[in-house]
């Protein structure tokens, strides 16, 4: 099972303030995702990267951006934050040829 | 249009007894099946997963089935804990026409299970 983590585990903040939500997993998965969850709903992919210096959007649009400039780091950041912004915020890895993907514990995230 | 649905918001069970928690798909191009639990506040854990090759898996006490034709799969968790108690999600992967895995899941809105004493 992968390593992952993420920080902050709960973040409440303000209309209009900049964010940056941290995923990190030590497996060397070349692999990861960020996924959106609201309360009771699926959860729908918003961004993943197949490794270094690649991204790409996911399935459900998003005006979150990510980087991926080392293999072991994957932040996801909001420019202004807004209350539509409010969610779960789940980060995930899996490794190359396997199909399992392995979630961070998530960022509940509140925008007042 | 929702591909993963899962038709049962809440299943209750006694503790002891089986739990069939169903997972319905629209897309035939999914060829990889995974169970998660989860709990609030926290990401989901993987449980068990199945290949579109197979139509049943087993790990302890929980085994999947597919049932390929009718675009369907169960998890069965027997017997049942409380410790069990959940939301469960099915997710779905697929492969592309040169069978490279989009590595993308999809998934279910979630059962939540309550597995009582």
């Known amino acids: 099972e992968a390593d992952i983590y993420q920080t902050p585990r709960y973040l409440v903040i303000g209309t209009g303030k900049k964010i940056t939500l941290e995923c990190s997993q030590t497996?060397?998965?070349?692999?990861m995702y960020w996924y959106q969850q609201d309360p009771g709903m699926e959860l729908h992919l918003i961004h993943y990267?197949?490794?270094?210096?690649?991204?790409e959007k996911g399935d459900l649009s998003s005006e979150s951006t990510v980087s991926r400039i080392r293999t072991e780091h994957f932040p996801l950041t909001l420019e202004s934050a807004r209350p539509s912004h409010t969610s779960q915020y789940l980060c995930?890895?899996?490794?190359?040829?396997?199909?399992?993907?392995?979630f961070g514990p998530g960022t509940r995230l509140l925008v007042l | 249009d929702q591909q993963v649905k899962q038709n049962s918001p809440s299943l209750s069970v006694q503790e002891g007894r089986i739990s069939i928690l169903n997972c319905d798909y629209t897309n035939s191009m999914f060829d990889y099946f995974l169970w998660y639990k989860k709990y609030p506040a926290e990401g989901p854990t993987f449980l068990i997963s199945?290949?579109?090759?197979?139509d049943k898996n087993e790990d302890g006490r929980f085994t999947v089935f597919l049932n390929k034709s009718a675009k369907h799969l169960s998890l069965h968790i027997v017997p049942s804990q409380p410790g069990d108690s959940a939301v469960y999600f099915c997710a779905a992967s697929a492969k592309d026409a040169g069978g490279t895995s989009y590595g993308k899941l999809t998934f279910g809105q979630g059962t939540i299970l309550t597995v009582h004493p």
């Open positions: 990267s197949y490794g270094v210096n690649s991204t």
């Open positions: 497996m060397g998965h070349d692999k």
């Open positions: 995930a890895s899996r490794e190359t040829g396997q199909e399992t993907q392995y």
């Open positions: 199945i290949s579109s090759i197979k």
